[in-house]
């Protein structure tokens, strides 16, 4: 596109903005978007199937929209535009917003490609003609699963939609304009994990086809404190009690506090405490127990639809058949999910581990500290009626987990401690509870041991070896040590068919797909080739019903306050390797690092005070130290208001949380008689005088910038976490040089905005007159970290 637009262009471009608030209601298009105009675009969107996450609109033409959506605080805009003037027009808008951040506008380089990372975005808004150089399967593969696309007259078409793959393409008449709306269909090969051991079966196996080894992360966000539980329906993620998170890209969706409810100040995930079921989430529902009382919430509000005061105190919960299965101190319970209605009722002492499928509900009981015999109970699911009890078997009251698969029951009988004595999984038949076969061994597990049973398609996989201890000698301390391995069992007689090398579990226990075995810290057995796939980004978090979670395609982990290596850390979603392969693997000098020149030639300064701190902790050594002294009683000469969080809705909270900016203005810097901050989240940098604190300038990039500027010889250096590195004159704030030191233009989500892979943090260093940053999220993901030496004056790379 040239630097002006045609008429036509205009027109359309008007008419679309003009059309969709005339059908709100509204007679005038403003950059001043109010709060009922917010609520009514809220409407606009979600009646289109987007009710939040990450929006983009490719054109910038009007900007009044994407900004009612960010005031919504329930998305997080980003606008891209391929016209100079008018982005850079956008830009200025909304800067007076006060939402830039959750509203930002970027450039669109490529035509015939979107800048995102696969699978990450919920609504896609097409108002410039541009994108007609767009094919169907582009925007396919940038969108979520029932993600949407609303394209404007003269931009996409239904056919393209309809040949790339998309579902439910739908005309929409709006004040005479008709536009094209239509859904990505979930894929068949994508699995969900509605319960905290993937379903009510137990069977604590993903059937996703997606998962592969982790290569890169798709999301990071961070958390104050270690998380457990998680499970996943339509793309929403439930942690913990409660916190409801974008599967996909990441981004808060709502937190309830389901321990302390309408508790007032900031709000904080708790773990559960003993006895109180974890969330489960089937479809749009998300199943809770709240105030002790059973409830169900609206998957992407957390808003209560429904209580179920028939369910008793349950202490497990699940959902199966449409019925939900609860048990309490005193009984076995079924509800009609959709309606509430109490099916049946079990009176029976101490139910628990409590699974189901093909019919069958299965659980153990009893209370031997009361003389009672524990016995394992099974029953019909449609009628409660009893198809079979036993309390004849001595290990019954070891039993700490049940799988259902196939007509099969499998107990686990684990000791959850270091030691390996007292593990076993033991089969019956679910139709007459006949013992099929029973079999003990080391877990392969360094602490929390548990003998899991994983039922892949017509075997059984158990992961055996580590430690093993002998009781009866003296020291029990004394132990030898197994390789460590999952081997396949027939599931009808328990006989050893296949054995694959795996890795050493350490405090939580294997999950598997069709494809993976997961033990180790993030190792994946391949079950076809037996190979062993290991890339420590992270581990998994302990607990004793997962570590991760195979599921959207990617591999989830949560919280933990692990020590073992400088890993990833918070709420995280790994993705296997790019399509296009590991940037890794590429010359990093046939990589095209584009450096691009601004207008401003600034003065080089060479007078160098003393008294400057010109860098993040004062010098290249980062001492935090100067020798100027300073007056012994302190007093304020001035103060600015120089940047604050936009006050609205959930994805801001994550901005909160950021380890790497901790707050929305940086420490300064000082030099020539300027301070200089940035505002994190506003992608801001500005300039104040010492002497007045008046604003001299501000600039704003294409993305966060974490750390105070680098100020040197006349120069202003800092990096963006959408992988650039700008240099502006310290003086005027205009651009002198902006280098993308990301190898490929490609964006995920990170800490509740856009990033990139490889974002460029902390403070440019300048030694012996050379810039130096790195550009890299983690040394093992998305290809690693790249480091730069750099021209300070020109931006021309030295090596």
């Known amino acids: 596109m040239g630097e002006t637009m045609s008429k036509r262009e205009t027109v359309w471009g008007t008419r679309w903005m003009y059309g ?3 059908c709100l209601g509204l007679t005038s298009v403003s950059m001043s978007v109010h709060a009922d105009d917010t609520t009514l675009w809220l409407k606009t969107v979600q009646s289109a199937g987007a009710p939040s996450g990450l929006c983009v609109q490719l054109g910038a033409r009007e900007v009044a929209g ?3 959506l960010a005031r919504s605080g329930r998305f997080l805009v980003q606008v891209l535009e391929r016209d100079r003037s008018a982005r850079e027009a956008s830009r200025k808008s909304l800067e007076g917003s006060g939402l830039y951040g959750l509203v930002s506008v970027d450039e669109w380089r490529e035509a015939d490609r ?8 919920d609504l896609l808004i097409v108002t410039d003609p541009a994108a007609k150089a767009l094919s169907g399967k582009e925007i396919l593969r940038v969108l979520c699963p029932n993600g949407v696309v609303m394209a404007a007259p003269q931009t996409l078409g239904k056919r393209a939609l309809q040949s790339a793959g998309f ?3 739908q005309s929409l008449r709006v004040a005479g304009t008709t536009w ?10 994508m699995d969900e994990w509605t319960h905290p051991r993937h379903s009510a079966s137990g069977n604590a196996v993903s059937r996703d086809l997606l998962v592969g080894p982790p290569r890169r992360v798709r999301w990071v966000v961070n958390a104050p404190d270690e998380v457990r539980g998680l499970v996943t329906a339509k793309g929403r993620n439930i942690y913990g009690a409660a916190l409801a998170r974008n599967g996909f890209n990441g981004l808060r969706l709502w937190a309830r506090d389901l321990i302390r409810p309408a508790t007032k100040g900031s709000f904080v995930l708790r773990n559960l405490p003993r006895g109180m079921p974890y969330p489960i989430i ?8 709240a105030k002790d009382t059973l409830v169900a919430l609206d998957a992407s509000t957390g808003r209560t639809v429904q209580s179920y005061p028939d369910a008793g105190h349950p202490r497990e919960l699940l959902c199966d058949g449409g019925l939900l299965i609860v048990a309490d101190a005193m009984s076995v319970r079924a509800l009609e999910a959709e309606s509430g209605r109490l099916v049946w009722t079990v009176r029976i002492a101490n139910p628990r581990n409590v699974v189901a499928g093909d019919g069958y509900v299965a659980f153990t009981a009893g209370q031997p500290n009361r003389g009672q015999k524990p016995e394992l109970v099974t029953l019909n699911r449609g009628d409660g009626s009893v198809r079979w009890r036993r309390n004849d078997l001595d290990w019954a009251g070891e039993v700490d987990r049940i799988v259902y698969h196939r007509g099969l029951l499998a107990y686990e009988c684990s000791t959850f401690n270091d030691f390996s004595p007292g593990n076993a999984t033991r089969v019956l038949a679910a139709e007459d509870g006949r013992v099929l076969w029973e079999r003990e061994y080391p877990p392969g597990m360094n602490h929390m041991r548990q003998a899991r049973a994983l039922f892949i398609g017509d075997r059984l996989w158990i992961l055996h070896g580590g430690k093993v201890h002998d009781p009866s000698k003296p020291r029990y301390d004394k132990f030898e040590r197994l390789p460590v ?8 007689t328990g006989k050893e068919l296949t054995t694959f090398p795996a890795g050493l579990t350490h405090c939580f226990p294997p999950v598997a797909t069709p494809r993976y075995l997961f033990a180790g810290e993030m190792n994946l057995t391949d079950l076809v080739t037996g190979r062993i796939e290991a890339n420590h980004i992270t581990k998994a978090a302990c607990g004793r019903d997962f570590g991760w979670v195979p599921a959207n395609g990617l591999i989830y982990v949560t919280p933990k306050h692990c020590v073992c290596w400088p890993m990833l850390r918070g709420y995280a979603a790994l993705a296997p390797e790019r399509p296009a392969g590991s940037v890794h693997d590429w010359n990093v000098d046939q990589i095209d690092f584009i450096l691009e020149r601004g207008t401003a030639v600034p003065k080089e300064d060479t007078q160098e005070s003393a008294a400057d701190w010109p860098i993040y902790r004062h010098d290249p050594w980062r001492s935090a130290s100067t020798a100027t002294a300073i007056p012994s009683t302190l007093r ?3 103060s600015v208001h120089a940047g604050s969080w936009p006050q609205a809705g959930p994805i801001v909270e994550d901005w909160r949380e950021n380890p790497f900016t901790k707050g929305p203005v940086t420490a300064p810097v000082v030099a020539g008689g300027r301070v200089y901050v940035a505002q994190p989240d506003a992608h801001r940098v500005s300039a104040f005088d010492t002497d007045s604190g008046r604003l001299l300038w501000q600039f704003t990039a294409n993305g966060r910038v974490d750390t105070a500027p680098t100020i040197h010889r006349g120069l202003c250096l800092f990096g963006t976490n959408l992988g650039w590195v700008y240099c502006v004159d310290a003086a005027t704030g205009r651009l002198v040089w902006r280098l993308r030191a990301a190898p490929v233009d490609e964006r995920i989500v990170a800490y509740g905005q856009v990033e990139s892979p490889w974002p460029v943090p902390g403070s440019v260093l300048v030694v012996g007159g050379t810039a130096y940053f790195a550009a890299g999220r983690q040394p093992l993901a998305d290809g690693g970290i790249l480091v730069f030496a750099v021209d300070p004056r020109t931006g021309q790379r030295r090596w």
């Open 167 to 169: 579902a439910d393409i």
């Open 282 to 289: 089937v479809g749009d529902r998300v199943y809770a127990v």
């Open 485 to 492: 391995q999952c081997r396949a069992l027939d599931p009808q």
């Open 114 to 121: 979107l800048p995102y990372t696969e699978n990450l975005i």
């Open 180 to 189: 094209t709306a239509a859904r990505k269909p979930w894929p068949s090969e």
């Open 66 to 68: 994407p900004a009612a």
């Open 636 to 638: 304020t000469l001035w």
């Open 20 to 22: 969709i608030l005339a």
